[in-house]
């Protein structure tokens, strides 16, 4: 089995109406993505979203011109082999951006696990056919609105809810915090992720009061790459510290914040580490060690659905993570993400196991590079 083509569309999607200022800016003009799919000379074929940052059509072409020529030829079925010499290669005259390999290597999996006619949990090798799922914010107006997205999340049946507060007021966020807790109560999990937004002595501060309201993790209350400062944290805190999502190269960049314990559990999906392969990787090296790999949302629901096919095949792995509120993500699929009473279930179906919506992409797509 060769590709014989490889298509990258860049895509730009209008959201419309949308009431949280998500991503900090409060910039949600439009989504960039890009999409890939991948053909192969026994007529299989693979498609899977990417990310693009704030420029489809910039991406998508430095992606394109890069690997287009880097998997013409190859055997889908030769993904360890295309890994390393793509991470040579990139050594040399590459240098992509962090998500620039992941969609690619999700359609090598995607088209053997088409070829061995299993859904793509069960070519990884199962452990589970389903997965907790737990609602994560966007940075939100007011207090009153983190509490009623909260409740909201609670009553649909959600296992957890996560909160992203503005970083910018310490005191404004643990307020926050403080009343989401008191609405939601004593037993609801709740987590928390500030985004890199403060420094040492206000994590320990902020993690202090975290565990005082039963909160279940702190998520990259530092900058990932602040090593020091995050062992610091993780030495001083009960509460589990969480990170490593944005550091590039994984595994080989997190496995000494693993084996020193820099965070309690790492961070891994398939946009940003590089693939379902990176994914795997990731929380393989981390199981070992005895350390949770918490598989991070990849935004696009086409690629969620990969996330949720690699947690489903991770032991170390207590959720699946969606943005919310989910409508506002959901295109892309035909179907809405697979959750029914706060579960995911991972599709049946060969390779994605799930439809793509062509209409939608195509009215999405601004260039074919």
């Given at each position: ?11 730009q999607?209008?959201p419309?109406?949308?009431a ?8 949600l ?5 890009i999409v ?6 026994t ?7 990417g990310?693009?940052g ?10 394109a011109?890069t690997l ?6 190859r055997?889908?079925l ?8 793509f991470?040579v ?10 998500y620039?390999?992941g969609?690619?290597d999700?359609?090598l999996?995607?088209l053997?696990a ?9 070519y990884?090798?199962a452990f ?5 799922v ?14 009623a ?5 609670k ?5 957890a809810y996560?909160l ?15 009343k989401?807790r ?7 999990r709740?987590m928390s992720d500030?985004v ?9 501060r ?9 909160y279940?993790?702190?998520e990259?209350?530092?900058y990932?790459?602040d090593v020091?400062a995050?062992?610091?944290l ?5 509460i ?10 994984h595994p ?7 084996a020193?314990r820099?965070?309690d559990r790492?961070r ?6 590089g693939?379902?392969t990176?994914v795997?990787?990731?929380?393989r ?7 949770n790999?918490?598989v ?6 086409p690629?969620?659905?990969v ?20 409508e506002?993500?959901?295109?892309g699929l035909?179907?809405p ?6 579960m ?5 179906g060969?390779g ?17 590079v």
């Amino acid at each position: 089995m060769k590709i014989t083509d490889v298509k990258v569309r860049c895509c730009q999607r209008r959201p419309g109406e949308f009431a949280a200022n998500a991503f900090r800016t409060g910039d949600l003009a439009k989504f960039e993505f890009i999409v890939v799919t991948m053909t192969t000379d026994t007529g299989l074929e693979a498609t899977t979203f990417g990310f693009a940052g704030r420029s489809a059509a910039g991406a998508g072409r430095l992606i394109a011109d890069t690997l287009r020529p880097f998997f013409l030829g190859r055997d889908p079925l030769d993904r360890e082999k295309a890994w390393h010499d793509f991470r040579v290669a990139d050594r040399w005259w590459g240098h992509l951006p962090i998500y620039g390999y992941g969609p690619f290597d999700t359609c090598l999996w995607l088209l053997s696990a088409l070829d061995a006619g299993q859904p793509l949990y069960k070519y990884l090798g199962a452990f589970r056919d389903s997965v907790p799922v737990y609602a994560s914010s966007m940075i939100l107006a007011d207090p009153q609105a983190y509490v009623a997205e909260a409740l909201r999340a609670k009553a649909e049946g959600l296992k957890a809810y996560k909160l992203h507060t503005p970083g910018h007021d310490l005191d404004y966020d643990i307020d926050v915090h403080r009343k989401v807790r008191e609405a939601v109560g004593p037993d609801y999990r709740l987590m928390s992720d500030p985004v890199s937004m403060f420094n040492l002595e206000q994590s320990i501060r902020f993690g202090r009061e975290l565990e005082r309201l039963g909160y279940y993790w702190l998520e990259e209350p530092l900058y990932d790459e602040d090593v020091h400062a995050l062992r610091e944290l993780t030495r001083t805190l009960e509460i589990p510290v969480v990170g490593t999502e944005v550091l590039a190269k994984h595994p080989y960049s997190i496995a000494e914040c693993i084996a020193t314990r820099v965070v309690d559990r790492v961070r891994a999906d398939v946009s940003w580490t590089g693939g379902v392969t990176g994914v795997m990787k990731t929380a393989r090296l981390a199981e070992a060690f005895g350390v949770n790999c918490e598989v991070h949302t990849s935004i696009f629901h086409p690629l969620e659905i990969v996330n949720l096919h690699c947690a489903a095949a991770i032991k170390n792995c207590d959720f699946f993570e969606v943005l919310y509120p989910i409508e506002n993500f959901a295109f892309g699929l035909k179907a809405p993400l697979p959750i029914r009473d706060g579960m995911a279930t991972p599709p049946d179906g060969p390779g994605l196991g799930v439809e793509i919506d062509w209409d939608d992409i195509d009215n999405c797509t601004i260039a074919q590079v």
